[in-house]
């Protein structure tokens, strides 16, 4: 399995920003997707996780509101949706597959992992 996470770059805070993360191998659709972010001394933390079927979606405190995740099984994609960009929002973002249908929050519950994409917002 290989995920490319595609999407980041340097925005304005208030901007707008939409992640991909495209998957290739094992079928996509039997697992839940998440996203996770680093920013840069700080541990690895949880953003979302979206459901097999993509009709479940579960987000961090620190972005609800603002951000969305959907995905296409057709393309073996998911997405994430930025809105309302804060500085505090500056990570390396990274997909990541799901052990199984369970849509958990913590790293370990995750097997593959895609390289990451910096989102830098400026203030």
């Known amino acids: 399995v290989q995920l490319q996470a595609s999407g980041g770059g340097l925005v304005q805070a208030g901007g707008s920003l939409r992640l991909s993360c495209a998957a290739s191998?094992?079928?996509?659709?039997?697992?839940?997707m998440g996203w996770f972010r680093q920013a840069p001394g700080k541990e690895r933390e949880f953003v979302a996780v979206i459901s097999w079927s993509g009709g479940s979606t579960y987000y961090a405190d620190s972005v609800k509101g603002r951000f969305t995740s959907s995905r296409d099984n057709a393309k073996n994609t998911v997405y994430l949706q930025m809105n309302g960009l804060k500085p505090e929002d500056t990570a390396v973002y990274y997909c990541a597959r799901a052990r199984g249908i369970t849509m958990g929050t913590m790293v370990r519950q995750y097997d593959y992992w895609g390289q990451g994409t910096l989102v830098t917002v400026s203030s």
């Open positions: 191998g094992r079928p996509f659709s039997s697992y839940a």
